[in-house]
């Protein structure tokens, strides 16, 4: 499984992070760059971008948070990971 995390930032491709985690922005969220990255699962931290068709809705979870380092995101992340 691969997760990828989306933030507003200009990149080429999603930076591997992890062989089953990459960091992204928003113009990573292409069809072309998802399979060629083979990611599967998305965790989307932004207000109000939508989920790629290629990503299954039970694959896709939008954090609605600013890419700010004011933001918490723990409080969004405790019903996902409990399971």
Do not use: W
């Not at 499984?1 to 930076?15: A, G, R």
């Not at 399979?35 to 896709?60: C, G, M, R, W, Y």
């Amino acid at each position: 499984m691969i997760i990828s995390v989306y933030l507003f930032f200009k990149s080429n491709s999603p930076s591997e992070v992890f062989p089953f985690l990459y960091l992204g922005a928003q113009d990573d969220l292409s069809e072309s760059k998802i399979k060629k990255s083979k990611i599967t699962h998305v965790l989307n931290a932004t207000k109000d971008l939508e989920k790629p068709n290629i990503i299954e809705k039970e694959n896709f979870l939008r954090i609605p948070v600013l890419d700010s380092q004011c933001e918490t995101i723990l409080n969004f992340l405790e019903e996902p990971f409990s399971s």
